[in-house]
């Protein structure tokens, strides 16, 4: 058994490359042979925002604070609350973040794949496609 000690991971600044606006991450586990389970508490501003992206094995998405939104590709976005979890299948394309005006929390956990990749990044979600969920 390991403890990790909460003092000795440092809150860091989402890239830009992958979100729009304000995000914040704090690792919780990352992936260490045999498990492949990558854990995160991530924090957006209000209205920032993943940009469209896939995971190979799924996501697994648990609100912890605020009103968040999440979409997949073709699909209305749906709101989520704290308590609320969103399980998304392996290969489906979404984006998930802050409703306008609300700040939100959630934890993400995804297993990476045999070659260790556990995302696969796309284009940035537009306002238009933000403000029209």
Same mark, same amino acid.
């Given at each position: 058994?390991?403890?990790?000690? /909460?003092?000795? #991971?440092?809150?860091?600044? /989402?890239?830009?490359?992958?979100f729009t606006g304000e995000v914040w991450t704090d690792l919780i586990?990352? !992936? &260490? ?5 990558? @854990? ?5 501003? !209000?209205? /920032? #925002?993943? $940009?469209? =992206? &896939? ?13 968040? #939104? ?5 699909k209305p976005a749906q709101t989520? #609350?704290?308590? %609320?979890?969103?399980?998304? @299948? !392996? ?6 973040? @802050?409703?306008?005006?609300? &700040?939100?929390? =959630?934890? $993400?956990?995804?297993?990476? %794949?045999?070659?260790?990749?556990? *995302?696969?990044?796309?284009?940035? *979600?537009? %306002? &238009? ?5």
């Amino acid at each position: 058994m390991e403890v990790i000690p /909460a003092d000795s #991971r440092k809150s860091a600044r /989402a890239p830009a490359e992958y979100f729009t606006g304000e995000v914040w991450t704090d690792l919780i586990v990352s !992936p &260490t042979e045999p498990a492949r389970l990558k @854990a995160l508490k991530v924090t957006f501003a !209000p209205g /920032a #925002r993943t $940009a469209w =992206h &896939t995971h190979p094995l799924g996501q697994v998405l648990h609100v912890l604070s605020g009103i968040g #939104r999440v979409q997949l590709a073709g699909k209305p976005a749906q709101t989520l #609350r704290p308590g %609320d979890t969103a399980v998304i @299948a !392996p290969g489906e394309r979404h984006w998930h973040g @802050a409703a306008p005006g609300h &700040t939100f929390v =959630h934890l $993400a956990m995804q297993n990476s %794949d045999a070659s260790g990749h556990e *995302v696969a990044w796309a284009e940035h *979600v537009t %306002d &238009t496609e933000y403000h029209a969920s």
